[in-house]
């Protein structure tokens, strides 16, 4: 194996050059899995792939970097209070919604908003979906969760993390869905600029999800951006299922 020629910061910036390298590889074989058996079947190979490599990966980075492990999870989170375990899981959604946010504006800045704003509609409607299907694992909820297996789902994503949302008007087979408090408007509103006009990612967004969750939920705008809305929310949604 030929010796590299860096120093030890050089080092460490190329291994985390190989991490994101990792995770655009696992992202382009999920691509692929999806292309070749939809995502159905890929959600459940992707599930059989991310246990076996996760515990993997917890397993070598233990022996090297010399942390205990413990059900399979580095002790050192275990032993942290649970307030610290909230902000650690809020810190990983936050970087999300930054990772995002960085996309966007590298192709907005060299190609203009028109493109930037296409390339995020499509990636919605990848990445919406693949939560869903990931958080219906997670809660083990069956093919047609209904309204409620939608408003447990809502809870999980990444966004119910990161910003403030809520319900009304809730039936069993209709609820409305608000977001109260938006961390990307809220920054917006802060430097004096307009609300982002999100209603077309939006409406991809909010239909793939729910449409995963349960085929039979449909989606309607109340009122997202560019839209008015009151200061109460900035976007708002009804899903349904039709009798």
Request: proline letters at 3%; glycine letters at 6%; one cysteine or more.
């Given at each position: 194996?030929?010796?590299?020629?860096?120093?030890?910061?050089e080092?460490?910036?190329l291994?985390?050059?190989?991490?994101?390298r990792?995770?655009?590889?696992?992202?382009?074989?999920?691509?692929?899995?999806?292309?070749?058996?939809?995502?159905?079947?890929?959600?459940?190979?992707?599930?059989?792939?991310?246990?076996?490599s996760?515990?993997?990966?917890?397993?070598?980075?233990?022996?090297t970097?010399?942390?205990?492990?413990?059900?399979?999870?580095?002790?050192?989170?275990?032993?942290?209070?649970?307030?610290?375990?909230?902000?650690?899981?809020?810190?990983?959604?936050v970087?999300w919604?930054?990772?995002?946010g960085?996309?966007?504006q590298?192709?907005?800045?060299?190609?203009?908003?028109?493109?930037?704003?296409?390339?995020?509609?499509?990636?919605?409607?990848?990445?919406?979906?693949y939560?869903?299907?990931?958080?219906k694992?997670?809660?083990?909820?069956?093919?047609?969760?209904?309204?409620?297996?939608?408003?447990?789902?809502?809870?999980?994503?990444?966004?119910?993390?990161?910003?403030?949302?809520?319900?009304?008007?809730?039936?069993?087979?209709?609820?409305?869905?608000?977001?109260?408090?938006?961390?990307?408007?809220?920054?917006?509103?802060?430097?004096?600029?307009?609300?982002?006009?999100?209603?077309?990612?939006?409406?991809?967004?909010?239909?793939?999800?729910?449409?995963?969750i349960?085929?039979?939920?449909?989606?309607?705008v109340?009122?997202?951006?560019?839209?008015?809305?009151?200061?109460?929310?900035?976007?708002?949604?009804?899903?349904?299922?039709?009798?």
């Amino acid at each position: 194996m030929e010796k590299l020629n860096l120093d030890k910061k050089e080092k460490i910036k190329l291994t985390f050059d190989f991490l994101q390298r990792m995770f655009v590889h696992y992202g382009m074989w999920y691509h692929e899995v999806v292309e070749t058996f939809g995502k159905e079947r890929a959600a459940d190979i992707m599930e059989e792939a991310w246990q076996k490599s996760f515990a993997i990966q917890m397993k070598r980075l233990a022996k090297t970097a010399g942390f205990a492990l413990e059900d399979g999870l580095p002790k050192a989170l275990l032993d942290m209070s649970e307030e610290q375990v909230d902000a650690l899981r809020e810190a990983v959604a936050v970087n999300w919604l930054a990772n995002d946010g960085v996309w966007f504006q590298a192709v907005e800045f060299s190609e203009g908003m028109a493109l930037a704003k296409k390339c995020n509609d499509a990636a919605w409607s990848h990445f919406s979906p693949y939560e869903a299907l990931r958080i219906k694992k997670i809660l083990n909820l069956p093919e047609k969760a209904g309204i409620a297996g939608l408003k447990k789902a809502m809870a999980y994503r990444l966004y119910g993390t990161v910003n403030v949302q809520s319900f009304a008007n809730e039936t069993a087979t209709s609820i409305d869905f608000y977001m109260n408090e938006c961390r990307v408007q809220a920054a917006r509103k802060r430097k004096g600029l307009q609300d982002y006009p999100c209603k077309s990612g939006g409406i991809i967004e909010y239909t793939t999800f729910a449409e995963t969750i349960d085929p039979r939920i449909k989606t309607k705008v109340i009122a997202c951006p560019p839209d008015k809305h009151p200061d109460e929310w900035y976007c708002g949604w009804h899903f349904y299922i039709e009798s």
